[in-house]
């Protein structure tokens, strides 16, 4: 063994008591830090998850915003289209101009183009006001994740079939395979078969949302190729912003391109400022117990002073006798900092386990971030060697003279 | 015999504004496997003297040369290296290491030499040693369960274990009572035998002192004495150090 390694150790185990101290300072700091972290990342998460997980990162609309029935009451207008489809079969590849500059973004994960419109879904004599959403439904379940959430029949919509939201169902007693009726503000209507029901864990998509494939959505609404929305999900969810800018840069002058923290930027400038708290709390965690164990290790270096001084007197280099305490800090740093990371995970268990909604559901789920812990211990770690350094230089400048001349 | 050590016209000054010089250009050399003792009145000089040979301390002025090198310009570093192979020392008090037990302060100065566990051919030699001392049967003890004189013994052992070729005791005894300061004293002797270290004593206990090969008395920062004691017979040395209060003498 090393003989710094061996004296740290050794000096470590003699002053049990200063040891114990120190560990148990680390691993109190540690634990808040995993706690606090976890607990907010959790909480962040989950309030993005609330508000994102059932809308698109980035939506393009056009910007000449005016409803379909004026445009086709008006012949002034009849040339503006929504977004203009270049042949009229009504299929997705007519996108394919904007799916090809869209895509060449990196950041671009999903993109679904979809058509939106209100309307009437009515089942024997009651009916329901709806939103109907054409989409293709590979693309827009990347987005909704509906083929999971499908709670009976099947996530089928080609030809004649829609899926409702689980409150439509409720409210009209609507089964799966039942046959409904569609009807749009102008009038045209259609016959469906419902093939699923499916539940979106929000109270208003479930009460509004009718999904049919796209196609058929262009031929109810008779948009010709035309769609109202292009919905994109990208791969890094906070970078949408800056993926916004530069589609819109690609784009003409047309579109409305919205990423989501522009839809919801109250919610987003709360979240910021939880995180500079947070991480300011977690600065002044790692501050504080630095300075503990820059303090403890200070007193220790003064405490063996007549070791260091004897250990020098028998040849210790300088540089050996300086490492015995930068050893002992990042000891001591290593191992508080992974018993602190258990306990801040167990402290985080223990807080999903016991804090609980009045429905004995979690308040939400705390995510523990295994890589978010790894740089907490190696924060801490490093934090605790360098409140070594000034023990450690204290101890390279002791001369062996004073401890042998004042015993 | 040849010279180990050579001191030439070493002086020590200390302090800056005030300055006092304890030593006013020391000129002694000392012959390997020589047994000497420094005496003097405290504040002689004698405890600087030893440090600067031990090269704790660094001269004012003068230079020291040691197996014919010159030691006053090698810089912390390289002083620290020659410590560890050509010096061993034994304090006053003891100061062996709390933390670790007999044997593995024994070792220490092996343990820095080679900078991590000593081989077993060391550890070997650290157990005869701890044997040659007479504290076979505490080599796992800690110094604190261990009487003054055995650490004393211990000090001596860790001093040895590299094999130096200087050995400077500062006092070893000082803390002892008359029994066992015999018996160190006894030990260093054979250890000088045996081993065929150079020792250099100081102490201010005159007994001690006169069973050395040569005794040294230092007085303000000179040298009033250098007596060969090799071939008297020790009333004849006790006699000229301890003149009225010698109870060896009054035999």
């Known amino acids: ?407 | 015999m040849d010279n180990l050590l050579q001191l030439k016209n070493i002086k020590k000054v200390y302090g800056t504004k005030i300055k006092t010089e304890v030593l006013h250009g020391l000129n002694i050399s000392f012959k390997k496997g020589e047994f000497v003792s420094i005496i003097g009145q405290s504040g002689s000089g004698k405890s600087t003297l030893l440090n600067i040979i031990g090269t704790l301390d660094k001269p004012t002025e003068g230079e020291i040369l040691f197996k014919e090198k010159r030691l006053n310009h090698m810089n912390g570093k390289e002083l620290s290296t020659f410590r560890n192979d050509n010096v061993g020392f034994i304090f006053q008090f003891h100061y062996l290491l709390p933390e670790v037990n007999v044997l593995e302060n024994v070792l220490m100065p092996a343990w820095i030499s080679k900078g991590r566990t000593p081989s077993k051919d060391v550890i070997k030699r650290a157990k005869r040693l701890i044997e040659i001392v007479g504290v076979k049967d505490r080599m796992y003890n800690k110094p604190n369960e261990l009487s003054g004189g055995q650490r004393q013994r211990i000090a001596i052992a860790r001093a040895l274990i590299n094999n130096p070729a200087l050995v400077l005791a500062d006092e070893p005894t000082g803390n002892l009572d008359s029994d066992s300061t015999d018996k160190v004293y006894e030990l260093l002797r054979d250890i000088n035998k045996e081993f065929k270290s150079t020792f250099i004593i100081v102490t201010h206990d005159m007994h001690i002192a006169a069973k050395a090969d040569r005794v040294i008395e230092i007085k303000d920062g000179n040298v009033i004495r250098d007596v060969n004691n090799i071939g008297k017979n020790e009333i004849e040395s006790f006699k000229d150090f301890t003149p009225t209060s010698c109870f060896l003498c009054e035999k």
């Open chain 1, 1 to 407: 063994m090393p003989i710094e390694f061996m004296l740290s150790w050794k000096f470590l185990k003699s002053g049990k008591f200063q040891t114990i101290l120190i560990l148990l300072g680390i691993t109190v700091g540690v634990s808040i830090l995993v706690f606090i972290g976890s607990l907010i990342d959790g909480l962040q998460k989950d309030l993005i998850n609330r508000t994102i997980g059932n809308s698109p990162h980035i939506v393009i609309t056009s910007k000449t915003d005016i409803p379909r029935a004026q445009i086709e009451g008006n012949n002034i207008y009849k040339n503006v289209k929504l977004l203009k489809a270049n042949n009229q079969d009504n299929n997705i590849s007519s996108f394919q101009d904007y799916n090809q500059l869209i895509i060449k973004n990196q950041n671009v994960n999903v993109i679904s183009p979809t058509v939106t419109a209100s309307g009437f879904i009515n089942k024997s004599k009651s009916n329901s006001p709806i939103t109907i959403k054409g989409i293709n439904l590979d693309k827009a379940d990347k987005i909704y994740n509906v083929k999971d959430r499908i709670i009976s029949g099947l996530p089928i919509i080609s030809g004649n079939n829609i899926l409702i939201g689980k409150s439509i169902a409720n409210d009209l007693e609507i089964k799966v395979n039942d046959i409904v009726t569609v009807t749009t503000p102008n009038g045209n209507r259609d016959l469906f078969t419902v093939s699923g029901i499916f539940d979106l864990e929000n109270e208003s998509i479930n009460k509004t949302w009718a999904l049919i494939e796209i196609n058929r959505a262009q031929k109810l609404l008779r948009l010709d190729g035309d769609i109202s929305s292009i919905e994109i999900q990208v791969n890094e969810v906070f970078s949408a912003e800056d993926t916004s800018k530069s589609l819109e840069r690609v784009l003409n002058e047309d579109f409305n391109v919205e990423s989501w923290q522009e839809t919801n930027a109250q919610i987003l400038t709360a979240l910021n400022s939880q995180s500079s708290s947070t991480l300011l709390i977690q600065v002044f965690v790692v501050i504080a117990v630095t300075l503990g164990i820059a303090s403890v290790l200070a007193i220790s270096v003064i405490q063996k002073s007549r070791q260091i001084g004897i250990l020098k007197a028998m040849g210790i280099k300088t540089k050996s006798a300086s490492f015995i305490f930068l050893i002992q800090g990042f000891l001591l740093g290593f191992v508080g900092s992974i018993i602190g990371s258990g306990f801040g995970m167990l402290l985080s268990k223990l807080f999903v386990t016991f804090v609980r909604q009045d429905n004995g559901e979690p308040l939400f789920p705390i995510d523990i971030d295994l890589k978010q812990i790894l740089v907490v211990i190696l924060i801490s770690t490093l934090a605790s060697t360098f409140a070594a350094i000034v023990p450690a230089r204290r101890s390279a400048r002791l001369n062996p003279i004073e401890v042998i001349r004042n015993g």
